[in-house]
């Protein structure tokens, strides 16, 4: 009886994404995806200026923790928290609308089925990555705008309207596609090197914060180090507008920038800022994983 019991448990979380409703996960989304991006900010501000060309020295210094203390010893440690409510009002929409495509377009593709579903699974990630990065662009280029060392801007809500006014709408979205080019390949290989370590390390399927943990982590890993490359070309073709050299500043396109890269920084370029992306997805990865499946056993209905 008791074992009858168990099972109709694990298989009640498994089918969570159905039984729940739409809402629930759009919500554990939304809650996830603020709670992942807030507590890992300041190490996301640093990757931020080392991937900035050509990178100021006193901007940054040689290793992650060096930097941090150098920026909070002479800019003050609420510096590396400018531009936190960009992502704040951005993340928790777009991380609904994130999950839920996720969620929608697996259980069409078959990912549901028992076994390792690798396709649907990349294929959901690669739709929820579309869907979601259409509406947090705008939000992403503003918060690496204030981000920079000696930003001008002091609210969102200014660097909205000044980036608007200077820039255009275009600005807001010129580095899209490569947004787009480097999250898809980023959401499918986390999502199923997520599913995957998932289901080697808690076959059974019953819910389990540690297994989230580790898988999540892991994933975001292996997905940060790969993407590090198009991370730093989308992030000069979002910060071009405050940069001095003409040829970023004209930067229109992905090719454009990896050209730029290439000929300041050279092969080594395409790797600026690395570590703090490898060491801000592991926690933040973790802790979105864990978040979603725990705020979707939460918000489950009744």
Sequence with gaps: MSEHVVTAVEVDYEALPLSAGLGSNMMAGALAGISEHAVMFPIDSIKTRMQVLPTTPSAISKTLYQSLSKVSATEGLATLWRGVNSVILGAGPAHAVYFGTYEIVKEWAGGNRPGHQFAATALGGAAATIASDALMNPFDVVKQRMQLQNSSYATVSQAFRSVYKTEGISAFYVSYP?????????????????????????????????????????????????????????????????????????????????????????????????????????????????????????????
């Design 178 to 302: 490569t947004t787009l080019v480097m999250t898809i390949p980023f959401t499918a290989v986390q999502f199923t090197c997520y599913e995957f370590l998932k289901d080697v390390i808690n076959p059974s399927g019953a819910y389990s914060p540690g297994t989230h943990m580790v898988a999540g982590g892991a994933a975001g890993a292996v997905a940060a180090a790969v993407s590090t490359p198009l991370d730093v070309m989308k992030t000069l073709l979002q910060t071009r507008g405050t940069s001095k050299d003409a040829r970023i500043r004209n930067a229109s396109g992905m090719l454009e920038a990896g050209k730029i890269v290439w000929a300041q920084q050279g092969l080594k370029g395409f790797a600026r800022g690395l570590v703090p992306r490898v060491v801000t997805f592991v926690p933040s990865n973790a802790l979105s994983w864990v978040a979603y499946e725990g705020f979707k056993v939460f918000l489950k209905d009744p």
